[in-house]
Every structure is written in C-alpha cells, then in structure tokens.
C-alpha cells in the first residue's frame, strides 16, 4: 500500500461545484502539502500545514481551502470549481527541520489526483 | 524570471550515450539543491540530492556552481529506464521551488 493515498484519483466535475480532494499518510511526518501541477508551468504550492494546528498559503492558494484534521490527514478543498483549476493535484509529505542545514529535502509524494473541470 | 529555470528539452538520445542538464536559480540564499525524477503521469521522487563538491551515485552526477546560481545533473551510460522528466529543486526558507522539469528520451 502507498505511503501518501490520494482520493479520487480522477474526477471530472462541472463548473460550481464543491470538490474535496483527500490525502491521507502513514509515514507519520508532521508536514503536510498540496501542490498542483500544470503543463509549462511546473509543480506548484498551493497550501501546507506543519503539524496539526498549523496552515499556510502557498504562492497559489486563492480558490481553494484545507483542512487538517489529524496528522496523517490533509484535505484540499474548491468551494466553486472553475475550468482553470484543471490540473494534476499532489498531496506530498516531509519531515523537513526548520535549520534546513542537512535536510534530505525529500518530499513523498502521493499517485496525484487529476481534476477536470467542465 | 523564474525562480528556477531548466530547458524542457525533449533530450533525444541513444542508450549508452551521456547526457547533461542544466538548472539555474535566481535567489542566491538558496540553501539546499535537488534533483526528482517524474515518469510520465506518475508522482516525482527524489533522484539524489546536490552538494556543494558535487557527487555522484552510480551513473548519475551532480554538481553545483554557486557563483554562477546553477545545478547540473550528469548521467552517464544512459538506460532505457532513464527516460524520464528530470525536476530541480530548490530550497529557500521552508520552501522548496520546482522547476518546470526536463524531458529525457532515451532510444534503443
């Protein structure tokens, strides 16, 4: 079984709609992401947590929420999908330090979660 | 300009040649440089990390130039299993910035 398990791992959805991706972990690290990926464009941070009581915005965090509601959990939400927002979506994990010195700098990745959005 | 720059390539070779890509970055506090692989449609994993006296792991090289803010991964030897996109990474302040990736082909 994977580490980092994604759900859905497809879904096509119309324009409007409320659409909640799931991540959850079993490599207990504390440090939670969601990334997008786009053709051209790379990988990139949308939201990420620390451990439980900790969320931040990444660089494209506007149109979408999280929530982090144990520490193997990490949900990615679009309250009104838009055609835009048509993407690959990672939920990555890490047990990252703050000093950075050292750091494997590894991130485990989940199989993705592809988005259509009609 | 972006924060990590690679040439998407598609890189064409053929098995048993030696290929080089190259990545440049534009914060120069960066602290810590990587290289992911990505196959197709898959999730990326770290390859290997890049140190500042450059190193190797098996056919691969890596090697870092901070004066002139670029990466460079070497693979030597190439294998059909190669084929792959090649992602750098970058790493500031709790962050770690992607770059798009390069494309790597190898033909029999």
């Known amino acids: 079984d994977a580490d980092v398990t994604q759900t859905p791992r497809n879904r096509i959805t119309k324009t409007g709609k409320r659409i909640m991706l799931e991540c959850s972990q079993t490599k207990g690290h504390d440090r939670m992401y969601w990334y997008r990926q786009d053709p051209g464009l790379g990988l990139r941070l949308i939201y990420y947590s620390f451990d439980v009581k900790d969320i931040n915005k990444g660089e494209i965090s506007d149109g979408y929420s999280v929530s982090r509601q144990a520490q193997a959990k990490f949900s990615l939400s679009l309250e009104s999908a838009i055609p835009n927002q048509t993407a690959l979506y990672f939920c990555?994990?890490?047990?990252?330090?703050?000093?950075?010195?050292?750091?494997?700098?590894?991130?485990?990745f989940g199989e993705g979660s592809r988005l259509t959005v009609l | 300009r972006k924060e990590v720059e690679q040439d998407p390539g598609p890189f064409n070779v053929p098995e048993g040649a030696t290929v080089a890509f190259n990545c440049t970055y534009s914060?120069?506090?960066?602290?810590?440089f990587f290289w992911y692989r990505q196959d197709c449609r898959k999730e990326p994993k770290l390859l290997m990390s890049v140190y500042s006296s450059g190193n190797e792991d098996g056919r691969f090289t890596a090697q870092l130039n901070r004066a002139s803010q670029y990466i460079s991964l070497l693979i030597r030897d190439s294998k059909l299993s190669d084929s792959a996109t090649y992602l750098c990474v970058v790493k500031g302040f709790q962050k770690l910035v992607f770059g798009t990736g390069t494309r790597l082909l190898v033909s029999p």
């Open positions: 914060n120069s506090a960066s602290q810590s």
């Open positions: 990555a994990t890490s047990d990252l330090r703050y000093s950075g010195q050292g750091s494997t700098g590894e991130l485990f």
